[in-house]
């Protein structure tokens, strides 16, 4: 990712940590399984506690991206429980897919070429990097 692309992620970020991690997680779920109703089986915890896991990892991760090797390690076991919960590498797109969307709607305006770009880039990274720490041998598409 290039600065002005961290830029970007980190100032659209700092709007979604004002909202309820339960509003944009239901938003989230509700897409990713709207999308692909066969990962629904992977997800046993309530929505709620989802919500607030997913908006914490990525409040650690946005929050590093100028320094992404510091939480490296957090991403790689990440990717390890994922694997464990049933998780293929063909996931990480359809959860791309779901966040950009999510991300997309809480913005409206905003949500500018700009922003896209740098959120596209961001996802594809991170993806990339829970693939290849989980032993599957291809990025997304």
């Given amino acids: 990712m290039t600065d002005e692309q961290i830029l970007q992620v980190k100032r659209s970020w ?9 509003l944009i997680g239901d938003v989230f779920y509700s897409k990713l399984f709207l999308d692909a109703p066969e990962v629904k089986h992977m997800f046993h915890t309530s929505r709620e506690e989802q919500s607030k896991k997913i908006v914490d990892m990525l409040s650690l991760i946005v929050g590093h991206l100028h320094v992404i090797h510091e939480v490296n390690e957090d991403i790689i076991q990440l990717a390890k429980r994922h694997v464990q919960y049933g998780v ?3 996931h990480y797109k359809l959860v ?18 700009k922003v896209k770009d740098a959120w596209t880039a961001c996802i594809t990274e991170l993806s990339d990097t829970m693939i290849k720490a989980s032993g599957f041998s291809s990025k997304i598409a």
Avoid at 14 to 22: A, E, H, K
Avoid at 98 to 110: F, M, P, R, S, V
């Fill in 14 to 22: 700092r709007y979604f940590r004002t909202l309820d991690p339960f």
């Fill in 88 to 90: 293929k590498a063909q």
């Fill in 96 to 113: 791309g897919i779901a966040l950009l969307w999510t991300l997309e709607q809480g913005l409206g305006n905003d949500w500018t070429p």
